[in-house]
């Protein structure tokens, strides 16, 4: 199967770093053309790291966050796409992949579906700005996969052609990473994740990373994990030994990344990790309103169970 790929890019001091140039040469397994759209005017010396293992790169601002780059890569790639028989969408907000994507992509060939991705999330806002989440099942934009009969259509040019900046980010998910599994179900494509799981948990390539991790092979840690971004939902205190329990992925490239692009340190004083592990297993099972809750008193009484 012939298979394009667009990769998104950006990082904050306009450099391509290690996790992404493995993460690519991973993608080139499966992928024959690998465009990269970086939302950042790389210096040159940063764009000679993709040399043979991309075949195009595009090094622009356009503030469009991934979708924008998305929309650039498919752009470029529009008078071939009759080529490949599968178009794939990836992003750099991930560590990985934790094992070869072939096996991935071996496995979903076998399945009936119009498109696919690795997680998805069963909730997103309403599409009135303001409310709280509703049922509205999607894909996760950071890896999604969708096939010809999809991918050459006219209608859907014109959902990435009218891809543009949000001056509110939450926007950019409503309109377009749940806008687009809404407008491909609603035209009667089908779809299938990689990983079907905790379907009444949101997000749960956060709130349940190291489940998927070690029980259901999760090719992919998100990058804002270790980055200690996501405090109030999880605890990622022995992220280094779970993935070394299951992967050969070299850790140290992470660490490296975490170094210069944490949010936070860890707590000098904390609980014992199970204990931390205990509290965060069980809060996303509660309705959002009272998870929030339960998170803001926990934050501000009982900051040792976050990391």
Known sequence: MKRA???????????????????????K??????????????????????NGIVSYVIAEKHDEYDFGSYKRGFLYLKDRLNEFDELIFANDSCYGPLYPLDKVFSKMENEVCDFWGITKNNYGYKKRWGHF??????????????????????????????????KIKQ?????????????????????????NVYANINNIAVFKWRQLIENYNLPFMKCSLPRLVNVNSTTVEGWQEIIQSVSNYPVEIIEKNVKRTKVGEYRRYSLPKNVKRMYFDILPHFPFVLRKLISIFVKRCFPVLRD
């Open 5 to 27: 790929a667009v990769f998104a890019h950006y990082d904050k001091d306009s450099v391509i770093d290690d996790y992404v140039i493995y993460y690519l040469n991973g993608l």
């Open 133 to 166: 989440l509703s049922k509205r099942p999607h894909i996760q934009s950071y890896f999604i996969v969708l096939r010809k009969n999809i991918f050459t259509q006219d209608f859907f040019t014109d959902f990435m052609r009218a891809i543009k900046h949000e």
């Open 29 to 50: 397994e499966v992928a024959q053309t690998i465009v990269f759209v970086s939302c950042c005017d790389l210096p040159v010396e940063e764009i000679s790291k993709l």
């Open 171 to 195: 926007l950019i998910i409503t309109k377009y990473e749940i806008g687009l599994t809404e407008l491909l179900v609603s035209r009667n494509y089908t779809y299938k994740v990689l990983i």
